[in-house]
């Protein structure tokens, strides 16, 4: 208890023990701020090791006669192998992590500056490389990291995203349209096999067309839902489900289960999808 600004259990002035666990606070910030910034510094520095790492591999792959791709990558998945090894994860995830660093020191070294010396976090400097990948124009893309670094030091990552995204669109020399035109060309399908006999089927598309399709797949869901629904009734499996809903109290779509039917939305689009394209 207080009586008159003091603590009656030892005496101490209320204000003074305030103004002592301000500074203890005060304290810890530094202290916490400090030590992000050296996990950043170390980060960066692990970067630039991956780069040169990877920047080894391309050197060997150079040197590689063989004209068949599968042979000139060799060298890069062997170093890969054996970092993976020596840091106890996944080849793919180390040859991953290669790109991403020689793409970061190759076309973002500013951004890698600013993580070095602690200014941003690896989030940031994740947000900044995927606005800006596209800008192929090196000056362009100068102008573009340099305006997105100003906003950066004082911004979330959350926050980053949508500015990052504008400056990138801003700093292309090219219209939308003549990029959209050369990232047509890009467009295709290709499978991914997963664990327990499953694959993962992945479309490039033009965004309208991706859209389209997964918005027929939704209302041809939605249909078959609604038609077992009035049948027999919609079954909600999760309690939270209901929480979550809109203000009508109906759950998020991708969670409704029909009674005698444990499929949900997700599953209905993957359905009608194969459904479609092999009947």
Not at 3 to 25: K, Q, W
Not at 48 to 56: E, F, I, K
Not at 104 to 131: C, D, K, M, Y
């Amino acid at each position: 208890m207080h009586s008159n600004g003091v603590n009656e259990a030892d005496g101490i002035p209320a204000r003074s023990l305030a103004d002592a666990e301000a500074a203890i606070l005060d304290s810890l910030v530094t202290t916490i701020v400090e030590a992000r910034a050296g996990i950043a510094a170390l980060q960066a520095f692990e970067a630039r090791a991956l780069a040169a790492a990877a920047a080894l591999g391309e050197e060997q792959m150079s040197r590689v006669s063989s004209p068949a791709s599968r042979d000139r990558e060799i060298p890069l998945r062997s170093i890969a192998a054996e970092l993976a090894a020596a840091v106890r994860t996944s080849d793919r995830s180390v040859q991953r992590q290669l790109n991403e660093a020689a793409l970061l020191v190759n076309g973002f070294p500013r951004t890698l500056g600013a993580w070095g010396e602690g200014r941003i976090s690896r989030a940031h400097v994740s947000v900044i490389v995927q606005a800006g990948f596209g800008i192929s124009d090196p000056e362009a893309r100068g102008r573009y990291e340099e305006a997105v670094l100003a906003r950066a030091i004082a911004e979330t990552p959350g926050r980053l995203a949508p500015i990052a995204k504008l400056l990138a669109d801003r700093a292309q020399p090219r219209t939308l349209a003549d990029r959209h035109v050369e990232a047509r060309d890009g467009r295709g399908v290709r499978v991914t096999e997963l664990a327990d006999g499953m694959g993962e089927l992945v479309a490039i598309l033009p965004s309208v067309l991706a859209r389209g399709i997964f918005d027929r797949l939704t209302e041809q869901a939605r249909t078959i839902e609604d038609a077992a629904g009035a049948a027999v009734g919609v079954e909600i499996t999760n309690s939270q489900d209901c929480a979550s809903g809109d203000l009508s109290g109906r759950p998020p779509a991708d969670t409704r289960r029909l009674v005698n039917d444990d499929r949900t939305t997700d599953h209905l689009r993957a359905d009608i999808l194969a459904d479609m394209l092999l009947t």
